[in-house]
C-alpha cells in the first residue's frame, strides 16, 4: 500500500533532520511562491545561523535529480555563515514544475534564483553550486553580476562547460514518456544505491548519516517528481549528448567578475576537469582544485580538502 503524501515528507523531514543534526546544524524550513518564467512555482529552502547578518548569505543549489542534504557534510566549514539551501521546483519537497523545452532552461534557472532572493529580501548572496546547481550558478554570474558575488563549484557544472557527457540513466530518463515512466516505476534502495554509484562513484559518501542517502531515496518516490525531473533531463540532453546550447561562450566566461572556485575530480562520470580546459582558463578569475581520486561530488569523497577550499574562497568578508 502506498504511503500518502502527507505521511511520506513526514519522514522525508524526520531522515533530513537527522542528517543535519548529525552535524549538530539547526535548519529552519519555509516556503515561498516565487514568480519565475514558467509561472508561480512553489520553492522549498532551509536556512542555517539565519542569525549570522556579518555577511552576505551563501545560496547552496543542488543538480538535477539530486538534492539539498547531500552537501550537508560541508556546512560545518561554513558555519559562521547565513545558509540557504534550496530544492529546485519539482525536487524535494518543492512544488511540481515540468520545464517546456531546452530553450527555457537558462532563463528559468535565473528567474528562480532572482525571484527567491526578492521574496527573502536579499540584495546578493554567494553560490556554491553542484553538477546543473555549478551550470545554474554560472548563469546567474552571467545574467546578474551585481547579486552574485562568488561562485563555488563542486563537480561538473551541467552542460555549462563544453565537453561533458551524460550517463546512461540520465539519457534513458531524458527519452520522451519513457524517462518519466522509468521514473514512476518506484525506485527501490538497491536501484536508488546503483544509481549513485553509477553517477557519484563507488564508495563516493559512504561514511555519511544514513539519513542523507534515506531522504534522497524518499524524495524521488514523491508523486510529482517523475514528469518534473524527466522534464529537466529533456531540457538538458538531446540523444546521448548534452545539448551544445546551454554551453557559455569563451567570451561568457571572460566577462564573469566573480572569483570562481571549481573543484572538480579527475574520475567525475560526467568528464574530467582537463576536457574543458579552454573553457577554465577562460574564466578571468579561478582556482581549480583538481581532484585526482573523486568523482562527481568531490567532496564525498575529499571532504576535508574540499571543505577547507570552500572556507577559503567563502571566507567571510565585510560588505
Known sequence: MKRSTEELDRQIREHELTAYHHYELEPVEDTLLVDTTVGERTVR????????????????????????????EMLPYLRNR????????????SGPCEIPGAS??????????????????IPSVDVLGHSLGGMFSLYAANALPDRIRRVALVGAPGAALPGAKPIMPMIV????VVGSRVLSA????????????????????????????TTGRLMSTRPAYPTSVSSYFR???RGKDLRSEHAL??????????????????????????????????????????L?????????????????????????QSR
Open 45 to 72: 529552502f532551509m536556512e542555517i545561523g539565519a542569525d549570522n547578518h556579518d555577511d552576505i548569505p551563501l545560496l547552496v543549489l543542488h543538480g538535477v535529480g539530486s538534492w539539498s542534504v547531500l552537501i550537508v
Open 104 to 121: 527555457w532552461l537558462r532563463d528559468f534557472s535565473v528567474s528562480v534564483i532572482a525571484g527567491i532572493l526578492d521574496e527573502i529580501g
Open 249 to 290: 561562450t569563451p567570451a561568457q566566461l571572460g566577462a564573469l567578475r566573480q572569483p570562481v572556485l571549481i573543484c572538480w575530480g579527475d574520475k567525475d562520470s560526467f568528464g574530467a576537469p582537463m576536457a574543458t580546459a579552454s573553457s577554465i582558463v577562460a574564466l578571468r578569475d579561478h582556482r581549480l582544485l583538481r
Open 173 to 176: 530518463m531524458a527519452m520522451p
Open 235 to 237: 531540457a538538458l540532453i
Open 186 to 213: 518506484g525506485v527501490s534502495e538497491e536501484t536508488f544505491n546503483r544509481f549513485n554509484v553509477e553517477a557519484l562513484g563507488e564508495g563516493a559518501g559512504a561514511h555519511l548519516p544514513p539519513g542523507v542517502v
Open 292 to 316: 585526482p581520486y573523486a568523482g562527481h561530488a568531490p567532496w564525498l569523497d575529499e571532504p576535508e580538502l574540499v571543505g577547507h577550499a570552500l572556507a577559503e574562497h567563502l571566507r567571510p
Open 82 to 93: 547565513r545558509i540557504i539551501l534550496m530544492d529546485w521546483p519539482g525536487h524535494g519537497l
